[in-house]
Nanobody
């Protein structure tokens, strides 16, 4: 079983919304709860870039171009991190990955693809 499982991607029209989920099925709660999780995305032909992060204390951080449109949140009881994406633009198209750092090693999910049509 994968350490991180993303879901929720799809095809959406510009201006629409999607909610991505990232579940950590193998992580015990005592490890999940304080863990910082990140969402990254990779557009076709471009490098992977940070989108948002959330700490165990629910402190959030966002890339400038998603501020006010995206919201990262977490449900510790479900060991799941969410990325609510509103007012989507064609520039948001890409594969979205969930990530955390495990004692210096980056752990990635398989990604979920988001396509925004103009």
């Amino acid at each position: 079983q994968a350490r991180l499982v993303e879901s929720g991607g799809g095809l959406v029209q510009g201006g629409g919304s999607l909610r991505l989920s990232c579940k950590a099925p193998r992580m015990i709660t005592s490890v999940f709860n304080p863990m910082t999780f990140n969402w990254y995305r990779q557009a076709p032909g471009k490098q992977r870039e940070s989108v948002a992060s959330i700490t165990g204390g629910r402190v959030t951080n966002y890339a400038d171009d998603v501020k006010g449109r995206f919201t990262i949140s977490r449900d510790n009881s479900r060991k799941t991190v969410y990325l609510q994406m509103n007012s989507l633009k064609s520039g948001d198209t890409g594969v979205y990955y969930c990530n955390y750092n495990d004692y210096g090693t980056d752990v990635w999910g398989q990604g979920t693809e988001v396509t925004v049509s103009s």
